[in-house]
């Protein structure tokens, strides 16, 4: 019942829209047919004067002007004031009222400047009419019921006059006349319903659009919202998983018999594979953000393939499948690092879903471009399916969850990045028979060049806000004595920094927030080499904040922070981005760490 009153409603609101721009539409068109009306009226004036009683002639012409004045201010009253849909009926009765009496002034005419002695002066008087009536079927056919409040009065004197003529002819031709307003019916008719099914289509197709465009207003803030809920619930995730790795770091160093560590090991395993599913929600978040920044460089293909075989031959091998990679000179223009994740995902996925065979990765030149492909002999891809494999989370052969078989964000993270280099991702697959996957790319030149290009850990694409995290520690480098200052508003993480640091022999001191940190350095009377801030505290204090606090309180000095953050937030990320801090991203393993103290304090000291 309520569909039915809906859909009722919904007609009922498109019919008064319609007869509302109807009416819009016939005095949009008003003012030029005044302006003929009043040319044509002062044209037949001087035609008849002294044709007939000059009296007949000045009060008719008088008339004519009087009248059309009085419509143009109504149509100037229209235009100016905002007419609702309501009042649209009122105004079509005010049109049509005026549009009768110019039909009694023109009838009025076919009496008055009615020439029996010289018919030919009023045959012109004739057509002049016929004219101005056909002419009007345009302009009226939005209101037919204008038209014939226009046509009756204006024909049937006129009519009337030559079918009272004692001429064979002219009754004919009164006759005729007759017939032609049946003529004008049916044009009239034809043009109005083509009118308004127009206007009908119009209005479906602004309702359509709005309802797309809310459609696509709700997808968005439905896509905002899965973002914002992975970013909390990542954020959330990595707070424990960041203590954890922290104690873990910390007990691995006081532990000497080798079980022990062999057990602390397989714990960082496990807790490394929930990492892995936090850094592929990073690596979305930060493509969805907007905050990857392509970086194009001149490399050779052959040094991306030779990290890719160093990486998979073994992960191949493990499933007994054959893996090959094709020697190519071809050099390309691109960003190195977010294509070698590209080719990485599409080979991790290759085998993933391949039980026998092998996997194949090649590249060719074609039409002034170089097309890198991955071919497996897979279980292959419905044609059907093949644009939900790029769903977040969407696994065609996995819907038990297997672990084993990846988490569904591979090719997700891999069509945003080939959408943000704006490369071309063609696929073909045949189930049962194996699956291709191919990239093409601009810019393909042949080299002799060799290349030093090494692949950093590009696992994730948050190490573009890390220092380099590859940068070997010489044995003369130290963390001994160094004043390192926490601010984190969590206990639990601050006890296991502590302790991490405490075992690598650093002056730590732990506070909740940047105020906190001002008072003790107050106390100790202490300047610290450097920050760890989080970046979200509590009372909505950013890391950031704390960390001017501390500069604040230390105007002369320059001292170096690094944010430790667990949000992957777009807006968060974007924040991190601009402060021009480093930045590490929860849960930071104790290598990690370490390495980017001891960069960032040589830098400094440097």
């Known amino acids: 019942m309520n569909d039915k009153t809906s859909i009722h409603d919904q007609s009922a609101s498109i019919e008064l829209n319609v007869g509302t721009k109807l009416i819009e539409i016939l005095y949009q068109q008003a003012h030029v047919a005044l302006i003929g009306v009043i040319a ?18 000045i009060g008719w012409i008088t008339a004519i002007y009087a009248l059309s004045f009085i419509r143009y201010l109504s149509i100037k009253k229209f235009h100016t004031s905002g007419t609702s849909l309501t009042d649209s009926i009122k105004w079509g009765w005010i049109f049509t009222f005026f549009t009768f009496l110019s039909g009694l002034s023109w009838g009025l005419a076919s009496i008055i400047f009615f020439t029996p002695d010289n018919l030919q002066l009023f045959n012109i008087l004739t ?93 968005e803030l439905a896509n905002k919202s899965k973002t914002k809920f992975l970013a909390a619930a990542s954020h959330d995730l990595r707070q424990p998983l960041h203590a954890i790795s922290l104690f873990l770091g910390a007990l691995e160093e006081r532990l000497e018999n080798q079980k022990e560590i062999t057990i602390v090991h397989k714990i960082q395993k496990s807790s490394d594979s929930l990492n892995e599913l936090l850094d592929s929600l990073l690596d979305i978040s930060k493509l969805d953000a907007g905050v990857v920044q392509v970086q194009t460089e001149h490399f050779s293909i052959e040094s ?123 696929i073909k697959s045949v189930p049962g028979t194996g699956s291709v996957f191919g990239i093409e790319l601009p810019n393909a030149t042949s080299s002799n060049q060799t290349t030093n290009k090494i692949s950093g850990d590009t696992k994730t694409i948050s190490n573009e806000y890390q220092t ?91 001292i170096p922070a690094i944010i430790i953050t667990g949000d992957t937030a777009p807006d968060r990320i974007k924040e991190t981005k601009k402060s021009g801090h480093s930045v590490l991203h929860k849960p930071v393993s104790p290598v990690k760490l370490k390495h980017l103290l001891v960069s960032t304090l040589s830098k400094v000291s440097s």
């Open 304 to 426: 991306l393939f030779q990290t890719m075989q160093n990486e998979f031959t073994a992960y191949a091998d493990d499933k007994e499948l054959k893996i090959s990679f094709s020697h190519t000179t071809l050099w390309i223009d691109s960003d190195f690092k977010l294509l070698e994740r590209i080719i990485r995902n599409l080979i991790s996925n290759a085998i993933r879903y391949t039980n026998k065979g092998g996997v194949a990765v090649g590249c060719r030149r074609h039409q002034g471009k170089v097309q890198i492909v991955v071919y497996d002999t897979g279980i292959g891809i419905p044609q059907e399916n093949i644009n939900e494999i790029f769903i977040e989370f969407h696994q065609l052969h996995n819907t038990e969850r297997d672990r084993s078989k990846g988490l569904g964000l591979g090719l997700a993270i891999v069509k945003r990045m080939t959408d943000l280099l704006g490369l071309a991702l063609v």
């Open 468 to 558: 380099d995290l590859t940068l070997e520690i010489s044995d003369n480098t130290s963390l001994t004595g160094k004043t390192i200052l926490i601010i984190d508003d969590e206990k639990e993480i601050r006890d296991s920094l502590s302790e991490l640091l405490q075992n690598w022999r650093c002056n730590v001191i732990s506070c909740a927030s940047g105020d906190k940190a001002v008072q003790a350095l107050k106390q100790n009377k202490t300047q610290p080499n450097i920050i760890l801030a989080d970046f979200r505290l509590r009372e909505n204090e950013t890391g950031i904040e704390a960390i001017n606090k501390i500069n604040a309180f230390f105007p002369n000095a320059i």
């Open 40 to 57: 044509t009226a002062t044209g037949i004036a001087i035609t008849f004067y002294n044709e007939v009683p000059n009296t007949f002639v």
């Open 127 to 219: 057509l002049i009419i016929i004219a101005m009536s056909a002419g009007s079927l345009a302009a009226l056919s939005a209101n037919p019921r204008s038209f014939y409040f226009f046509l009756v009065p204006a024909m049937i004197p006129m009519i009337w006059q030559y079918l009272n003529i004692n001429d064979k002819n002219y009754i004919i031709f009164g006759l005729l006349l007759f017939v032609l307003n049946f003529a004008f019916h049916s044009i009239i008719k034809t043009n109005h319903k083509t009118l308004r099914e127009s206007i009908i289509l119009r209005f479906k197709n602004l309702d359509l659009i709005g309802q797309l465009t809310l459609q696509k207003e709700k997808a």
